[in-house]
């Protein structure tokens, strides 16, 4: 299965078929939420929300890669991440792109 960014060159020998989308929301742990809290008032990394985005960007694109290929999709064109949202205990992201089919004739032909 092929992710592929925005800025890849288009290949011709691509049939984009539909959107796909996913969205990861991921709890966060209430101890460390309130860490955070603290942590926000006095300035500094939240490291614990930078690792929970991380992980549900990682479970998103891993989700979009097999809704793809669920729908019979090679692979998913133009993938995009919309801004990571650190939410009321817990962070959402939401991820999408068009799912591609290969030709058979390949890209020369």
Known sequence: MNLIAL???HRPDAEVGELLVV???YAANIVQDV???IRNLVGGRMTHYETLIAKAIE???SDLEQKASA???DGVLGVKISHPLVVDGGVEVIIYGNGYHLSAKGPES
């Open 23 to 25: 969205v990861v929301v």
């Open 35 to 37: 860490r955070e809290n």
């Open 7 to 9: 800025d890849q060159p």
């Open 71 to 73: 729908k019979g999709y």
């Open 59 to 61: 479970q998103g694109l």
